[in-house]
């Protein structure tokens, strides 16, 4: 796997997504839909992935003395080294955001502990249908990434809404530390949730790129 | 245990519009054959289900004597693909790209590597983009044999070469088999390039080997005859040129009155026998 993640850096990686790390530091603006801080993570890795494919990153893969389920690895392994990246990159900006003087995100939910958790389930969902369709079919990359990003979307839209309207969300909606229980159980969740959906979605498009004809 | 460098029996693969059909030869070590038949007759087809590039739906597949879906990682240590020069990362320098490579490979030789590199004058801060196609070909292979590959599986390497580039590289070929026992499975439909170094032919058409033997046990079963009129139907796969008619007979058939003998060649043969076809 170390050499699989070295390959991954050293040739795949597009350096839109590591510009796109620095997007972190968004969590610092006053007023703003923060969880598209994440989605930026999101399209660095369909950047990797279509310059992948335009760089015929599966037919070089496929000779090298690998499986066929280690290229799937090492791809989602290197996503998600992005993604526990930005976010570990977002968090002293989110303390730094908490520290101003003014009141909390007026568009959206606040950059708090509960936020990571949320941002986390997001991107869990994002790597569920984003990698099982781009193994089924790497040509069709855009189609793959439209419905990723469609998820994406969709989600944030709920998620934001929820903060408005459910109890709960409300009481997720707050500075730290108020509410730290349900925030810190958000987190776990969160964090679980996001394992579980990449796993899944590793096996998924394991077998779908086991299936697939060069 | 099989002392065949690769063994294929009975492979198939569907498509709506074309089948590969109970494909089944060997190789044996240190020898070169050339894996002929028009565009389209399943070579790339054929060379892909070796490799699992492509799924085959029947047929058995096996590289010194180990079966490629139980023991894909040893096997993929010891065989070298090249399918007419690298096409992947054309714009990473060949250094980083050798980088790479170097770390997945088992018996990777430095030394076997800079060798290549200064045999065919590699530049290593170049991108394959801004390779010509023999210097794809030639980096290619050169990483191929520095990780010690006993079989090459070589996928149209010649094709958009000059003449002098493929002769270079068909004398490189030939020193691999005769001096270090390295197997080479070549497929082209320039078949001129395997009258100089092929040891066998191996024949595709419309996904069906026709033909499977030496190359010169080949070209000895027919005789290129030249008519001035058009031959009979005896003469197998006639074709009208600026000089007459020229087409093929069984060696020891008699040749039709007034005929010239040719010189008989790959080219010949093929051409004359797809006619037929």
């Known amino acids: 796997m170390k050499n699989l993640l070295y390959k991954e850096f050293r040739l795949a990686l597009h350096p839109t997504s590591i510009i796109f790390l620095t997007l972190s530091a968004m969590l610092i603006i006053p007023n703003y839909p923060y969880y598209v801080t994440f989605f930026y993570t999101c399209l660095g890795i369909f950047f990797i992935c279509l310059t992948g494919r335009e760089n015929q990153d599966l037919f070089y893969m496929m000779l ?34 908490q520290s101003f003087k003014m009141p909390g995100n007026q568009v959206g939910m606040d950059a708090n502990i509960a936020f990571f958790g949320l941002a986390f389930l997001m991107m869990g969902l994002f790597n569920l249908a984003f990698f ?32 408005h309207f459910v109890p709960f969300f409300l009481e997720l909606d707050t500075p730290d530390p108020e509410n730290l229980t349900k925030k810190l159980l958000v987190l776990a969740v969160g964090i679980a949730g996001y394992a579980v959906l990449t796993l899944t979605a590793c096996k998924k498009s394991e077998k779908e790129l086991e299936k697939l004809d060069l | 245990m099989s002392s065949n460098v690769l063994q294929v029996s009975g492979l198939c693969k569907r498509y709506p519009h074309f089948a590969l059909e109970n494909v089944s030869f060997s190789l044996q070590p240190g020898t070169i054959t050339g894996f002929i038949g028009r565009n389209g007759a399943g070579k790339t087809t054929t060379l892909k289900s070796l490799l699992n590039l492509v799924h085959p739906d029947s047929g058995e597949i096996r590289f010194f004597g180990m079966d490629f879906c139980k023991d894909e990682f040893a096997i993929k240590q010891k065989i070298g693909y090249v399918s007419g020069g690298i096409s992947y990362y054309p714009s990473k320098k060949l250094s980083t790209i050798s980088g790479v490579n170097r770390r997945f490979y088992a018996d990777w030789d430095e030394d076997v590597y800079r060798r290549c590199v200064s045999r065919f004058q590699l530049l290593e801060d170049k991108t394959p983009s801004q390779l010509s196609e023999g210097m794809k070909v030639k980096y290619a292979l050169a990483l191929a044999l520095s990780h010690h590959a006993e079989l090459l599986i070589l996928d149209e390497p010649t094709s958009g070469l000059d003449p002098v580039s493929r002769e270079d590289l068909l004398e490189v070929f030939l020193q691999l088999a005769q001096d270090e026992q390295v197997t080479i499975l070549f497929s082209t439909h320039i078949t001129s390039d395997l009258d100089k170094c092929a040891d066998n032919i191996l024949y595709i058409r419309s996904g069906k080997i026709i033909e499977d033997a030496p190359r010169d046990a080949f070209l000895a079963k027919y005789q290129v005859v030249q008519t001035a009129e058009k031959p009979d139907a005896s003469v197998i796969g006639a074709r009208e040129s600026k000089s007459g008619w020229t087409g093929l007979i069984p060696t020891g058939a008699p040749a039709p009155a007034g005929a010239e003998i040719l010189k008989t060649d790959l080219e010949a043969v093929m051409v004359h026998l797809e006619k037929e076809a």
């Open chain 1, 64 to 97: 090298l003395p690998v499986r066929k389920r280690d290229i799937v690895r090492a791809r989602i392994g290197m996503s998600v080294c992005l993604q526990c990246l930005q976010a570990l990159i977002c968090v002293p900006f989110a303390i730094l955001r």
């Open chain 1, 132 to 163: 099982t369709r781009y193994y089924a079919n790497p040509q069709k990359i855009g189609k793959s990434f439209a419905i990723g990003s469609t998820v994406i979307f969709v989600y944030m839209g709920i998620v934001e809404a929820m903060t």
